[in-house]
């Protein structure tokens, strides 16, 4: 069983910066693919973050980009979100993924993914 767990995330004032933490694990000597989406009250989960298993390619949403950088542990399925700059809409609970198989032309979608974190509150007060 691939467990998915998030850390780091909690309240800053707009402008400030947080990074968010996730650890995948359950195929020994796997390398899965990772994204990171968020979900704001009352709105449909998005996507915002993606970076390949070998992690020579990350891809963002447009709302992000410049602001925010995924990153990953060369030799492990850790992956860590960097937000800066942030908004109050960027205020939402974000929630790590992982995909056993790179999804090449889904990363920016659910469908791409296998597992999943519970999630970790961001809130971005103004």
């Known amino acids: 069983q691939v467990q998915v767990v998030e850390s780091g995330g909690g309240s800053v004032q707009a402008g400030g910066s947080l990074r968010l933490s996730c650890a995948a694990s359950g195929h020994p000597g796997a390398r899965y693919a990772m994204g990171w989406f968020r979900q704001a009250p009352g709105k449909e989960r998005e996507f915002v973050a993606h970076?390949?298993?070998?992690?020579?390619?990350?891809y963002y949403a447009d709302s992000v980009k410049g602001r925010f950088t995924i990153s990953r542990d060369g030799a492990e399925n850790l992956v860590y979100l960097q937000l800066d700059s942030l908004k109050p809409e960027d205020t939402a609970v974000y929630c790590c993924a992982g995909a056993y198989y790179e999804p090449a032309t889904a990363w920016g979608s659910d469908r791409g993914y296998d597992y999943w974190g519970q999630g970790s509150q961001v809130a971005v007060s103004s």
């Open positions: 970076i390949t298993w070998s992690g020579s390619n990350t």
